[in-house]
């Protein structure tokens, strides 16, 4: 059975660091290339990072560029999204997903590329 669960969301306050953690069984993480989308409600899931299967290369959104770093560790099927200077538009439900890297390609910001999800993790950055 797979499962992606996320953890490590909470209340902090503008500038304040963060970091998410999320852990996978259920599949060969290794080979897996790893995604962070993030979304408000009523609101299009938005994608924040992305990770190759080794990690040699990652990816990010314009809106967290220089500020959030993605990473993982394959010992222990984790991955991990550093946050550091948050602002509230960084406010949201974070997700991670999965997906086989050669199906993925280079449309890692597309929620519809990913076959498997975790359940979310809130974030909340008060001003």
């Known amino acids: 059975q797979v499962r992606l669960v996320e953890s490590g969301g909470g209340s902090v306050q503008t500038g304040w660091s963060l970091r998410l953690s999320c852990t996978a069984s259920?599949?060969?993480?290794?080979?897996?290339?790893m995604g962070w989308f993030r979304q408000a409600p009523g609101h299009q899931r938005d994608g924040v990072a992305s990770i190759t299967n080794l990690g040699s290369t990652t990816a990010y959104s314009d809106a967290v560029k220089g500020r959030f770093t993605n990473s993982r560790e394959n010992s222990r099927d984790t991955l991990y999204l550093k946050m550091k200077d948050l602002k509230p538009e960084d406010a949201d439900v974070y997700y991670c997903a999965a997906d086989e890297c050669g199906a993925l390609g280079a449309d890692w910001q597309n929620p519809e590329k990913y076959a498997y999800w975790g359940q979310g993790t809130e974030v909340t950055v008060s001003s």
């Open positions: 259920g599949f060969t993480y290794e080979n897996y290339c």
